[in-house]
């Protein structure tokens, strides 16, 4: 069908326009679709049989909507009439289409070139009108959406990312605000903001730059995004491997947010999001580095790292008593619980107090207080008599702490699933991702180091933890058949924390029913606590169970906190003849069989073929991608053939150049 002429908007061919485009939402598992960049009116897509006026207008247009949906336009090809000089095609494509040629330079830069598929192709027509003729929509890079009429994609300036290091030409974009960036893939991009400057040594920044380059072009999944100042020195710096971004896609439930490097002014301003696996053990989710501590710093950083998870916001996230903090999280996470971490508050008491006579008996008293009370009229009786006792009333930073109590005191907590990553003691201190592998004056280029050995080596204690729980059966303590039942089922390091409860139940006794409601029953389970023999003190806890339905609720909260049931809890199943454990109560994110997604990240590493150690390590995290992917018995017996094959080639190459030694 012939179009008629316009001068500002296509006309598709048919009076169609929708073409079956997928859209630049990121489809979200259990979330709908995402995009940050919401309300906005986008261009019309290209399609098959858009007419223009011009040449002018049809480039024109297509860069209109290049710029809108992130990507810039190269015209590939065009062919002119000899003696007119008149243009009668052209092909517009992607500026990320095809492959720079390599050259021999000194200085090798990071590729930019995707070998991306979109195109356009143009022909003028015999009525002197532009017609598009081929259209391909599709990216295979990340693309950034333009926010507003003044966003201009691609300035270049000259950038120093340390005052005593060279400049380089660096690409920006200068987005004003992060609200309307839309990605889709993984792709470095840097920010030029009015934040201040990241406070790293000379030399650090262009390390840690070079570090990212080096990921970028080695590991497939690797995601990263560098903030600028008006001045062009490095602020804000966000980033997350594949491996994080794989467990983040199975383990979103709680997040916890550390800044204790920030805060505690370490060398590295590090800031990381920490997640837990089915095994108990954390793992990294995304790691960040502010210039300082605004709400404006942690805004970016949040919403650095949610675009990174595809815009799936946690279930829960934990974090510090920051003020900035606190509101950055409120406005970015809108949805997800948001409670601090008490483990962190109590660590801070401790050093509030310090000027206190016999401050560690304080400390004791209201360590008793927070994690000792089972009812919120209990805790708040309590805390007010030590407050009073020791004259801290008028201490503004303890009432913003009781101001505070609903976000961080577990008696206040207990409806919601916290998997273990809230303390139910002083003594349960949760060890950092990092530790021995960062100090407070480490330096960024030991840190980068020491990074990829420390996820090395967690990611080898995870495969070892897998290992054990598929192949090494458990030792039962009793004959309670709540131990047997979950010991088929928990990964090994879960199913021993569970195990303990049930030999605590001995502990349990004088189940004594106490008030019906309905088909629900209340009962009063007492226990014998601390202390040796006869000076045990006994506490009562409150249970509600529901056999229609097999609900349960323990006023301890620990099903909640921990993931698995409490002693009393099970005290009552046994007191009601029961046999198996209510399927809600059994967590299928502890369950051993759990496929765990792992990203080919032991590679990311460059690789000296002429180094006898590069050569040994990457052999040896290639490997351990084999070990963790054994799962059953027919995955290792495939496995062992697989490595008796490389074997005998490697033997080959042995006998074949004995000058090299053995392997």
């Given at each position: 069908?012939e179009?008629?002429s316009?001068?500002?908007?296509?006309?598709i061919?048919?009076?169609r326009?929708?073409?079956?485009?997928?859209?630049?939402?990121?489809?979200?598992?259990?979330?709908?679709?995402?995009s940050?960049?919401?309300?906005?009116?986008?261009?019309?897509?290209p399609?098959?049989?858009?007419?223009?006026?011009?040449y002018?207008?049809?480039?024109?247009?297509?860069?209109?909507?290049?710029?809108?949906?992130?990507?810039?336009?190269?015209?590939k090809?065009?062919w002119s009439?000899k003696?007119?000089k008149?243009?009668?095609?052209?092909?517009?494509?992607?500026?990320?289409?095809?492959?720079k040629?390599?050259?021999?330079?000194?200085?090798?830069?990071?590729?930019?070139?995707?070998?991306?598929?979109a195109?356009?192709?143009?022909?003028r027509?015999?009525?002197?009108?532009?017609k598009?003729?081929?259209?391909?929509l599709?990216?295979?890079h990340?693309?950034?959406r333009k926010?507003?009429?003044?966003?201009?994609?691609?300035?270049?300036?000259k950038?120093?990312?340390d005052?005593?290091?060279a400049?380089?030409t660096?690409?920006?974009l200068n987005t004003?605000?992060?609200e309307n960036?839309?990605?889709?893939?993984?792709?470095?991009?840097?920010?030029?903001?009015?934040?201040?400057?990241?406070?790293?040594?000379?030399?650090n920044?262009?390390?840690?730059?070079?570090?990212?380059?080096?990921?970028?072009?080695?590991?497939?999944?690797f995601?990263?995004?560098?903030?600028?100042?008006?001045?062009?020195?490095?602020?804000?710096?966000?980033?997350a491997d594949?491996r994080?971004?794989?467990?983040y896609?199975q383990?979103?439930?709680?997040?916890?947010?550390?800044t204790?490097?920030?805060?505690?002014?370490?060398?590295?301003?590090?800031?990381?999001?920490v997640g837990?696996?089915?095994?108990?053990h954390s793992?990294?989710?995304?790691?960040g580095?502010?210039?300082?501590?605004?709400?404006?710093?942690?805004h970016?950083l949040?919403?650095?790292?949610?675009?990174?998870?595809?815009?799936?916001?946690?279930s829960l996230?934990?974090t510090?008593?920051?003020?900035?903090l606190?509101?950055a999280?409120?406005?970015?996470?809108p949805?997800?619980?948001?409670?601090?971490?008490s483990?962190?508050?109590?660590?801070?008491?401790?050093e509030k107090l310090?000027?206190?006579h016999?401050?560690?008996?304080?400390?004791?008293?209201?360590?008793?207080?927070?994690?000792?009370?089972l009812?919120?009229?209990?805790?708040?009786s309590?805390w007010?008599?030590?407050?009073?006792?020791?004259?801290?009333?008028?201490h503004e930073?303890?009432?913003t702490?009781?101001?505070?109590r609903r976000?961080?005191?577990?008696?206040?907590?207990k409806?919601i699933?916290?998997?273990?990553?809230?303390?139910?003691?002083?003594s349960?201190?949760?060890?950092p991702?990092f530790?021995?592998?960062?100090?407070k004056?480490?330096?960024?280029?030991d840190?980068?180091?020491?990074?990829?050995?420390?996820?090395?080596?967690?990611?080898e204690?995870?495969?070892?933890?897998?290992?054990?729980?598929r192949?090494?059966?458990?030792?039962?303590?009793?004959?309670?058949?709540?131990?047997?039942?979950?010991?088929?089922?928990?990964?090994?390091?879960?199913?021993l924390?569970f195990?303990n409860e049930?030999e605590?139940?001995?502990?349990?006794?004088?189940t004594t029913?106490?008030?019906?409601?309905?088909?629900?029953?209340?009962?009063?389970?007492?226990?014998r606590?601390?202390?040796?023999g006869?000076?045990?003190?006994?506490?009562?806890?409150?249970?509600?169970y529901?056999?229609?339905n097999?609900?349960l609720?323990c006023?301890?909260?620990?099903?909640?906190?921990?993931?698995?049931l409490?002693?009393?809890?099970?005290?009552?199943l046994?007191?009601?003849?029961?046999?198996e454990?209510?399927?809600?109560?059994?967590?299928?994110?502890?369950?051993?069989?759990?496929?765990?997604?792992f990203?080919?990240?032991?590679?990311?590493?460059?690789?000296?073929?002429?180094?006898?150690?590069h050569r040994?390590d990457?052999?040896?995290?290639?490997?351990?991608?084999?070990?963790e992917g054994?799962i059953?018995?027919?995955?290792y017996e495939v496995a062992?053939q697989?490595?008796?094959?490389?074997?005998?080639?490697v033997?080959?190459?042995e006998?074949?150049?004995?000058?090299?030694?053995?392997?």
């Amino acid at each position: 069908m012939e179009g008629t002429s316009f001068d500002t908007n296509p006309r598709i061919e048919g009076g169609r326009n929708d073409n079956g485009i997928e859209s630049d939402c990121a489809n979200i598992e259990s979330s709908g679709e995402y995009s940050i960049n919401q309300g906005k009116k986008d261009h019309l897509p290209p399609a098959v049989g858009m007419e223009f006026d011009s040449y002018d207008d049809a480039y024109r247009f297509y860069n209109d909507y290049a710029e809108d949906m992130g990507f810039r336009v190269r015209v590939k090809s065009s062919w002119s009439r000899k003696l007119s000089k008149e243009k009668y095609h052209a092909t517009l494509c992607c500026s990320c289409e095809g492959f720079k040629k390599q050259k021999d330079t000194h200085r090798s830069r990071p590729e930019t070139r995707t070998g991306c598929s979109a195109v356009v192709r143009i022909r003028r027509t015999e009525f002197q009108r532009w017609k598009v003729t081929d259209v391909v929509l599709e990216h295979n890079h990340i693309r950034i959406r333009k926010s507003n009429k003044n966003f201009s994609i691609g300035t270049k300036r000259k950038t120093p990312l340390d005052s005593d290091v060279a400049t380089e030409t660096t690409s920006f974009l200068n987005t004003g605000s992060y609200e309307n960036l839309t990605f889709a893939g993984t792709d470095v991009m840097n920010f030029v903001n009015h934040y201040k400057r990241l406070k790293v040594k000379g030399g650090n920044a262009q390390a840690l730059h070079d570090y990212f380059c080096g990921m970028q072009l080695t590991s497939p999944n690797f995601f990263y995004l560098m903030d600028f100042n008006d001045d062009g020195h490095l602020g804000n710096v966000f980033w997350a491997d594949g491996r994080s971004r794989a467990a983040y896609g199975q383990f979103c439930d709680v997040v916890i947010f550390d800044t204790t490097y920030l805060s505690h002014k370490y060398e590295v301003p590090l800031l990381i999001f920490v997640g837990v696996n089915h095994h108990g053990h954390s793992v990294l989710l995304g790691c960040g580095m502010l210039a300082d501590e605004t709400k404006e710093s942690f805004h970016w950083l949040f919403k650095a790292w949610l675009t990174c998870m595809l815009g799936r916001p946690p279930s829960l996230i934990i974090t510090d008593q920051v003020k900035g903090l606190q509101s950055a999280v409120v406005e970015v996470f809108p949805r997800a619980c948001h409670r601090l971490c008490s483990w962190n508050i109590m660590q801070e008491i401790s050093e509030k107090l310090k000027q206190v006579h016999k401050y560690k008996s304080v400390v004791d008293e209201l360590n008793k207080v927070v994690y000792n009370s089972l009812r919120v009229d209990e805790f708040e009786s309590a805390w007010e008599n030590v407050i009073q006792q020791h004259e801290l009333k008028h201490h503004e930073w303890f009432q913003t702490l009781f101001e505070d109590r609903r976000h961080w005191v577990p008696v206040f907590l207990k409806e919601i699933s916290f998997l273990g990553m809230l303390t139910t003691s002083l003594s349960e201190s949760r060890k950092p991702f990092f530790e021995g592998h960062i100090h407070k004056h480490t330096s960024m280029k030991d840190f980068l180091c020491q990074y990829e050995l420390a996820l090395q080596h967690k990611y080898e204690e995870e495969a070892k933890a897998a290992f054990e729980s598929r192949n090494s059966d458990v030792v039962l303590k009793t004959k309670c058949c709540f131990e047997h039942q979950l010991s088929k089922v928990y990964t090994r390091e879960i199913f021993l924390k569970f195990q303990n409860e049930v030999e605590e139940m001995y502990c349990c006794f004088n189940t004594t029913q106490t008030q019906v409601d309905g088909t629900v029953v209340t009962y009063i389970v007492k226990e014998r606590i601390g202390g040796e023999g006869n000076n045990k003190a006994i506490r009562e806890y409150e249970v509600s169970y529901d056999s229609t339905n097999g609900y349960l609720r323990c006023i301890c909260g620990w099903f909640y906190f921990k993931g698995y049931l409490c002693r009393h809890a099970l005290s009552v199943l046994n007191h009601n003849g029961v046999e198996e454990i209510p399927s809600q109560y059994i967590l299928s994110r502890w369950r051993k069989d759990v496929k765990r997604i792992f990203v080919s990240d032991h590679g990311s590493i460059y690789v000296n073929a002429n180094n006898p150690l590069h050569r040994y390590d990457h052999l040896c995290r290639r490997v351990s991608q084999i070990v963790e992917g054994v799962i059953s018995q027919e995955h290792y017996e495939v496995a062992i053939q697989a490595l008796e094959d490389s074997l005998k080639k490697v033997r080959l190459v042995e006998h074949s150049f004995p000058e090299n030694g053995k392997f």
